[in-house]
């Protein structure tokens, strides 16, 4: 979702506003995406980003065939630039008021099954950098742009723990699973675990879920590497632990965000029917 049209020039406020983010530590996703849509809704209507409008606004929405989630990206990019404009003394108002948000399904987590979890765990065809990348999905959670740049100096064997470099370069030390402290014996010691083969960088987020993508349909398991991060979540909870722990493994900012997770177990709906207590109606008859 991120919009870069060659026929609209970079213009000099929004230029501006992406480098504010970046001094506020603004991941580059979350810039290149938020900028991109801004551009891309001033060039279909063919005005300054500065001058957008509400009828502007409906107009370009009008000729896009999207879901409502992507309604809701775009307008949520477009409201934090005005509030950006109306800030910085450029424009006042906020057209996107006038929009309205769209109806959006309820979000549903999809982790794959236990049964699933149990044949990935247990694979050892897989390459040690392709099983890497599973595992860091499955046991410690993480997202596959954060899977993409593990390096072997994150890892602390003898401490147990994984530091992570999630959203807005944010650093978090988690505990480190064994079958992930197992894996990083065949993993280099530092640097890139996954280097790109275009560079000295890392691989990017899309090559990291193409990998995991493939080798879960390799072993007939249908998903993405984002719904073994689910499987994380959902199985700690079904195995009883508190849902501000999970939290904090997650990485959510949010506990709302975490406890979607407790709607979507069926081992957590069987154990609350199991435990109801009995009687004996024979005896009270």
């Not at 005005?82 to 424009?91: D, Y």
């Not at 984002?226 to 722990?245: I, N, P």
Request: overall charge positive; aromatic content about 6%; some cysteine.
């Amino acid at each position: 979702m991120a919009f870069t049209p060659s026929d609209h020039p970079r213009h000099v406020s929004v230029e501006r506003w992406a480098r504010e983010m970046r001094d506020l530590q603004r991941s580059p996703r979350t810039i290149t995406e938020r900028t991109g849509i801004v551009y891309r809704f001033a060039a279909i209507a063919g005005v300054d980003p500065v001058d957008l409008d509400a009828d502007d606004i409906f107009a370009v929405l009008d000729g896009l065939s999207v879901s409502g989630g992507t309604v809701e990206t775009y307008l949520g990019a477009l409201h934090a630039w005005f509030v950006w404009c109306e800030r910085t003394g450029l424009r006042s108002g906020d057209p996107t008021l006038r929009v309205g948000r769209p109806r959006t399904p309820e979000r549903q987590p999809h982790p794959i099954a236990n049964e699933h979890a149990l044949v990935l765990s247990r694979d050892t065809s897989m390459r040690p950098a392709t099983r890497a990348k599973v595992l860091l999905a499955m046991y410690a959670g993480l997202r596959v742009s954060e899977i993409a740049r593990v390096r072997g100096q994150d890892v602390d064997l003898i401490a147990g723990t994984l530091t992570v470099r999630g959203k807005g370069d944010k650093r978090v030390v988690l505990p480190l699973h064994p079958l992930i402290a197992h894996v990083a014996l065949s993993m280099p010691r530092r640097g890139w675990w996954f280097p790109s083969p275009k560079g000295s960088g890392p691989i990017g987020r899309t090559s990291c879920s193409d990998g995991i993508r493939r080798a879960m349909h390799r072993l007939g398991i249908p998903g993405s590497g984002h719904h073994l991060r689910h499987w994380f979540a959902s199985a700690l909870l079904e195995h009883g632990v508190d849902v501000r722990v999970v939290q904090t493994l997650m990485r959510h900012s949010s506990l709302a965000t975490t406890a979607i997770y407790t709607r979507v177990s069926p081992a957590l709906q069987r154990a609350a029917i199991d435990d109801l207590p009995t009687f004996d109606w024979s005896r009270a008859a």
